[in-house]
């Protein structure tokens, strides 16, 4: 069976357990037994982790294949920076807030909705 160590405030929510070991074969897999072991987990593996394989750490790890003497290690999602993220959504600048980080603060509007964060210029 794979060995499988949360690192950080992941294993706070699994009730103390930082190593277990699993018979998934897949990440996927492995998010669904732990889901199912330890509820709380589950919105930050759908929020996203890192996934590290055998020292390999992967982006879009989700149907990676987990060997049965594979070692994977699951690290939190690192927050951080001053200015919330931006994406494009429909055709505008969506601000993100990501958990666990402040809300943006000192912004100001402009006539499309969007905002600049305070001190940086408007001007064209």
């Not at 069976?1 to 009730?15: D, E, I, K, Y």
């Not at 699993?22 to 890192?50: D, N, Y």
């Not at 750490?57 to 060997?67: K, M, R, T, V």
Request: glycine letters at 10%.
């Amino acid at each position: 069976m794979a060995r499988v160590v949360l690192v950080g405030n992941l294993a706070q929510l699994t009730g103390g357990v930082a190593e277990l070991e699993v018979s998934a074969t897949s990440v996927k897999q492995l998010f669904q037994q732990l889901a199912a072991l330890h509820p709380g987990i589950e919105r930050h593996l759908e929020e996203g982790v890192a996934v590290a394989i055998d020292g390999q750490i992967y982006q879009d790890a989700l149907f990676e294949p987990i060997g049965p003497d594979s070692e994977v290690f699951l690290l939190p999602q690192i927050a951080g920076g001053a200015a919330p993220a931006r994406r494009l959504h429909a055709g505008r600048v969506e601000l993100i807030q990501f958990p666990g980080s402040r809300p943006a603060t000192n912004h100001r509007a402009l006539p499309s909705g969007e905002a600049f964060p305070a001190g940086v210029s408007d001007r064209r």
